[in-house]
């Protein structure tokens, strides 16, 4: 066993290095001598990544040579204790000095321990000096795009990003009911409410591990934040159907159309990459579940479309995922501005590749969990003027707001991740 912020720091320099968090992190959990601790560490080292930057940039008289590089984590790691965490400052100080024995770099220690203990006698003054974007812990150039779409709520977007997210549940209602399962929760003392925008969606007033859910090994319940139940709601797909998911790995939408529908779909279940299959196969049997799975690129629909048309089309898009940062706070430090172009590109041609297989008179569902506009609204629009054929629906803003070409729901709004939705039905007399 190792200790936990020796573990933390190494998971933190792989993501830096250019790993993604899913792939960093679980492997070494195991090797630590506490692994809440280390996940707590690691998510929120990344969380606050730009601001400890900007804190690290005052607080280091030379830069720390590249080969060094794990204790610039180390440091994240001790920097993110101070600011965040409720552990007695001296011992995480203390703990975090001693990192440096078990990195075999013990002439850091001095280094390391005049870091964080300069950060405590002068917190108040560095923090005064950080810019907007350090302060805020964004990219500058996500910042700037954030301004620009959201002039009044960039702050709190912002804010929100940085915040840890409720653990949110769906409840398989093939099973029981939510009130059913409301009661189950309760009498394991798992403390819970009925969320308000998804009739199957419970939030818990404290993370647990899934193993504490009753029933979750046999399908009764799948962890899924509320923003991304609204797709079953939106599209609401009827018993017998023929629908396409095509962005599906790794499966909870397409769980969640197969249980509103009382799991009778003639569902075709489509994911590009083939590594990303088991765990949507994982998914459906978990949960009892059945549906076609292939692999394939749902925008060469002539490679895997047998010329059925469908009466439903869920297009969950592969997207920037801005709209997640809080879940996945690795993204805040890959994503390129250069992406934005490639994937508002890949989105368009997904919109107009798949509109010619649906019915007249059927419905498409286009969701991503971004708040950017060029690949929400704007791409919905392109698709509209494009296609005399499609009519946009409109959406019930109960549980966020109309975007123009669909609802936008903000990072926080009742408690939800960033998604945003638009409904397009194909009109049957053109
Ligand atoms: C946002 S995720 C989907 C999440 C999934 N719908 C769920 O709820 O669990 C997007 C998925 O689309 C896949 N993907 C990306 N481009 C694709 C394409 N051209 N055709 C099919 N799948 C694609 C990605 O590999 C990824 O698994």
């Given at each position: 066993m190792k200790p936990a912020r020796l573990v933390?720091s190494e998971?933190?320099?792989?993501?830096?290095?250019?790993?993604?968090?899913?792939?960093?992190?679980?492997?070494?959990?195991?090797?630590?001598d506490?692994?809440?601790?280390?996940?707590?560490?690691?998510?929120?080292?990344?969380?606050?990544?730009?601001?400890?930057?900007?804190?690290?940039?005052?607080?280091?008289?030379?830069?720390?040579?590249?080969?060094d590089?794990i204790l610039?984590?180390l440091l994240?790691v001790g920097?993110?204790?101070?600011?965040?965490?409720?552990?007695?400052?001296?011992?995480?100080v203390n703990e975090t000095v001693a990192v440096t024995r078990a990195l075999k770099r013990p002439w850091a220690r001095g280094l390391v321990n005049?870091?964080l203990?300069?950060?405590?006698?002068?917190?108040?003054?560095?923090?005064?000096?950080?810019?907007?974007?350090?302060?805020?812990?964004?990219?500058?150039?996500?910042?700037?795009?954030?301004?620009?779409?959201?002039?009044?709520?960039?702050?709190?977007?912002?804010?929100?990003?940085?915040?840890?997210?409720?653990?949110?549940?769906?409840?398989?209602?093939?099973?029981?009911?939510?009130?059913?399962?409301?009661?189950?929760?309760?009498?394991?003392?798992?403390?819970?409410?009925?969320?308000?925008?998804?009739?199957?969606?419970?939030?818990?007033?404290?993370?647990?591990?899934?193993?504490?859910?009753?029933?979750?090994?046999?399908?009764?319940?799948?962890?899924?934040?509320?923003?991304?139940?609204?797709?079953?709601?939106?599209?609401?797909?009827?018993?017998?159907?023929?629908?396409?998911?095509?962005?599906?790995?790794?499966?909870?939408?397409?769980?969640?159309?197969?249980?509103?529908?009382?799991?009778?779909?003639?569902?075709?279940?489509?994911?590009?990459?083939?590594?990303?299959?088991?765990?949507?196969?994982?998914?459906?049997?978990?949960?009892?579940?059945?549906?076609?799975?292939?692999?394939?690129?749902?925008?060469?629909?002539?490679?895997?479309?047998?010329?059925?048309?469908?009466?439903?089309?869920?297009?969950?898009?592969?997207?920037?995922?801005?709209?997640?940062?809080?879940?996945?706070?690795?993204?805040?430090?890959?994503?390129?501005?250069?992406?934005?172009?490639?994937?508002?590109?890949?989105?368009?041609?997904?919109?107009?590749?798949?509109?010619?297989?649906?019915?007249?008179?059927?419905?498409?569902?286009?969701?991503?969990?971004?708040?950017?506009?060029?690949?929400?609204?704007?791409?919905?629009?392109?698709?509209?003027?494009?296609?005399?054929?499609?009519?946009?629906?409109?959406?019930?803003?109960?549980?966020?707001?109309?975007?123009?070409?669909?609802?936008?729901?903000?990072?926080?709004?009742?408690?939800?991740?960033?998604?945003?939705?638009?409904?397009?039905?194909?009109?049957?007399?053109?």
């Amino acid at each position: 066993m190792k200790p936990a912020r020796l573990v933390a720091s190494e998971a933190l320099c792989a993501v830096l290095d250019g790993a993604s968090l899913a792939r960093a992190l679980p492997p070494r959990l195991s090797e630590s001598d506490n692994p809440p601790l280390t996940q707590e560490l690691v998510y929120g080292a990344l969380r606050w990544h730009f601001h400890i930057e900007g804190l690290l940039g005052q607080l280091l008289e030379r830069p720390i040579r590249d080969k060094d590089r794990i204790l610039r984590c180390l440091l994240h790691v001790g920097l993110y204790q101070l600011m965040e965490m409720d552990l007695p400052p001296h011992a995480a100080v203390n703990e975090t000095v001693a990192v440096t024995r078990a990195l075999k770099r013990p002439w850091a220690r001095g280094l390391v321990n005049a870091v964080l203990r300069r950060y405590q006698r002068e917190a108040e003054r560095l923090e005064a000096s950080l810019d907007e974007a350090d302060r805020l812990s964004h990219p500058r150039w996500l910042l700037e795009r954030l301004r620009q779409a959201w002039p009044n709520e960039w702050q709190r977007i912002c804010e929100e990003n940085n915040r840890r997210p409720p653990m949110v549940l769906r409840v398989n209602r093939l099973r029981q009911s939510r009130d059913a399962y409301l009661q189950q929760l309760a009498a394991e003392g798992i403390e819970a409410r009925p969320h308000p925008c998804s009739e199957v969606a419970i939030e818990l007033a404290r993370p647990v591990p899934v193993e504490a859910l009753p029933g979750f090994a046999d399908g009764a319940v799948s962890v899924q934040d509320a923003a991304a139940q609204l797709a079953a709601r939106f599209l609401d797909p009827q018993p017998g159907e023929r629908v396409l998911d095509a962005c599906a790995a790794p499966g909870g939408k397409t769980a969640h159309l197969l249980e509103h529908a009382g799991g009778d779909l003639d569902l075709l279940a489509l994911e590009m990459e083939p590594a990303r299959l088991p765990a949507l196969r994982e998914t459906l049997e978990r949960l009892g579940l059945e549906a076609e799975i292939r692999q394939g690129d749902a925008a060469c629909p002539e490679d895997w479309w047998d010329g059925r048309p469908f009466d439903r089309i869920l297009l969950d898009a592969p997207c920037s995922a801005t709209g997640v940062l809080r879940r996945n706070p690795d993204i805040r430090v890959h994503r390129r501005p250069q992406d934005i172009a490639r994937l508002q590109a890949t989105q368009q041609s997904l919109l107009n590749a798949l509109w010619p297989l649906l019915r007249p008179g059927g419905r498409l569902l286009y969701a991503t969990c971004s708040v950017l506009p060029e690949e929400n609204r704007e791409r919905v629009a392109e698709l509209v003027a494009g296609q005399a054929d499609a009519r946009l629906l409109p959406l019930p803003a109960d549980c966020g707001s109309d975007a123009g070409c669909g609802l936008q729901i903000l990072p926080g709004d009742e408690e939800m991740d960033g998604f945003f939705h638009a409904l397009i039905e194909k009109r049957r007399d053109s």
